[in-house]
């Protein structure tokens, strides 16, 4: 005997909802706060920022979000990247008094990563390859060193689409100390050195979340506003 087509229904209901909550208890926000930044120990600017993790065919992706003011201009961006922080997919606009100066689109597949960049002058296309251990650090994007301790390699190669650069950096660790909003924390010190002297820094805690991130060449420091959550 079949049963009734109401009993039907429900089950059909509850193997739709089955799905839809094993993803939720996949996903959620694995970093979100805000930075002061400060160049040559004047301030400079303030970065919020969000980075969600998905579950998708193959594994977990990541999505990050971010919204800076630096001097005079504002800068939006979206970062799509797989497991390892390999970037997958990138749109940003760089605004001066709300006119976008700049527009980066960024797409990848298996092998390459291409960037469009648009300007009031014209449109130019790059192509950066990517392998295991690429990633995408935008100019003064500081959310975007997340994704550094993701890649879990003794070197990475990073995409920088705004110059049009990228840079491979050796990457050493060590245990640290840091102090946010009048909280000492344990943390995780990264050093990113490349052969023509470009240093990027970075501290996270245990649980990966970005703390401060240094750029010597540039005198930019940006500290995180209140301890992680």
Known sequence: MLPPTGTIRSLAAALLIVPAALSAQASGVVDEGSFTITQQGAPYGRESFRIARTPAPGGQVFRATGQGALGDSRITSTLGTDSTGVPVSYSSDLSLNS???????????????????????????????LEGGTLLIDGDVIHHYYFVTLAEHAQVSVIAPRSGLQIRFVVAEQPDTIEIGGRLLDSRHYNLSSSNGVRRELWVDAQGRLLKVSVPDRGLMAIRDDPPR
């Not at 700049?102 to 950066?128: C, D, I, K, N, Y």
């Open 99 to 129: 006119r976008v100066l700049q527009r980066l689109q960024g797409r990848g597949r298996p092998g390459r990563f291409s960037v469009l960049s648009s300007t009031t002058a014209g449109e130019a296309a790059r192509e950066f390859a």
